[in-house]
Every structure is written in C-alpha cells, then in structure tokens.
C-alpha cells in the first residue's frame, strides 16, 4: 500500500512526500504444500500439507521525500549509450 502528496513549490518544481507499507496486516506468506502424494502403496497422511512459511519478513515502512520537475527531457538510444536531452 502507498501513499502520497505532492505539493507545488514553484511552477517547475514539486515536493512529494511518499509512504509505503508492506505487510501492513501482518499475514504469513505460507510456502508450498506438501508435493508427495504416494508413500509406497498407500496415500501419504501429510499429502497437500503446508508445514512452513516461504517468508518471514515482518511489517515494514518505507517513508520518502523526493524533489520533482515538470521540466520536459527526452532520452534516446545513441549506439553505445543513453543520451539526455533537455530543452
């Protein structure tokens, strides 16, 4: 989930305020079930069972300010290298 601002400074220039939550409800990421259906002749009881977690990263947030310009700037493939060019 994201959440931003941007405020006005000049005509050309903007002020973005920018938050980011990841596992903002805190759920498991659960990982892969059990792929072994068969044990020998009979059915494995732990068939399709998921047992672990694929992560265990926790709640983070990410908070960011970034400085912007409506300024019109072009890029174009040049043979070997990117080149900008700026009015």
Same mark, same amino acid.
């Given at each position: 989930?994201?959440?931003?601002?941007?405020?006005?400074?000049?005509?050309?220039?903007?002020?973005?305020?920018r938050a980011e939550f990841f596992n903002l409800l805190n759920r498991a990421n659960l990982g892969t079930p059990n792929a072994t259906v068969f044990s020998g002749? %009979?059915?494995?009881?732990?068939?399709?069972?998921? *047992? $672990?977690? /694929?992560?265990?990263?926790? =709640? %983070?947030?990410?908070?960011?300010?970034?400085?912007? *310009? $409506?300024? /019109?700037?072009?890029?174009? =493939?040049?043979?070997?290298?990117?080149?900008?060019?700026?009015?």
């Amino acid at each position: 989930m994201s959440v931003f601002k941007n405020t006005a400074l000049s005509e050309r220039l903007k002020l973005q305020f920018r938050a980011e939550f990841f596992n903002l409800l805190n759920r498991a990421n659960l990982g892969t079930p059990n792929a072994t259906v068969f044990s020998g002749t %009979s059915v494995s009881a732990s068939a399709g069972l998921i *047992t $672990t977690l /694929a992560t265990t990263r926790g =709640r %983070s947030i990410r908070i960011e300010t970034d400085f912007l *310009t $409506t300024r /019109a700037e072009r890029y174009y =493939r040049w043979p070997g290298a990117w080149v900008r060019e700026s009015p």
